[in-house]
């Protein structure tokens, strides 16, 4: 996952250059990032373990929506800054954290329980509280890290384990 945000977030800033520099109209870059954001929602099911597409499309649909919004505030603001067009474009790596969870959680049929975990970085209140929470049952957590539910949003780093 990694690897794939990585070389997401490089197209991701490449495709905003353009678009500062006046290469490509708002218009192209809205196009080309929604393929951008599929091709990583797809890429994100797949390294979970399986392409799950009634999931993939609503994830994807649920970012097309953020995207569109995008778009038309940049149309709207005239003058585009780069440094604020990279940063908030850039938060569309982080959902993909949100599409690979929901299929490992699809996958884990038979685990009955769940525990938020932290990685080694800087977390929120709100990822503070749920790993606190130690194991419970599946029905019990209603968010998958990086779905946009917690204070980090989609810069969520946490994972999830399963028994």
Request: a negative charge; charged letters at 25%.
């Amino acid at each position: 996952m990694a690897e794939l945000i990585a070389a997401f977030s490089a197209d991701v800033e490449a495709l905003c250059q353009e678009l500062c520099t006046g290469k490509i109209s708002v218009s192209e870059w809205h196009l080309r990032m929604r393929r951008l954001v599929k091709r990583l929602h797809v890429a994100a099911a797949l390294i979970a373990g399986e392409l799950r597409g009634e999931l993939v499309e609503e994830q994807v649909r649920e970012q097309f929506e953020y995207l569109a919004g995008f778009a038309e505030s940049l149309r709207e603001q005239g003058e585009i800054l780069c440094g604020p067009l990279i940063f908030r474009a850039l938060m569309y790596s982080g959902a993909a954290w949100a599409t690979f969870w929901l299929v490992v959680e699809a996958l884990e049929v038979e685990a009955t329980e769940v525990r938020w975990r932290l990685t080694p970085a800087e977390h929120c209140d709100d990822c503070l509280a749920l790993a606190a929470r130690g194991w419970m049952l599946r029905e019990q957590l209603t968010q998958v890290p990086g779905d946009g539910q917690t204070e980090c949003l989609t810069n969520c780093r946490c994972y999830l384990e399963f028994r």
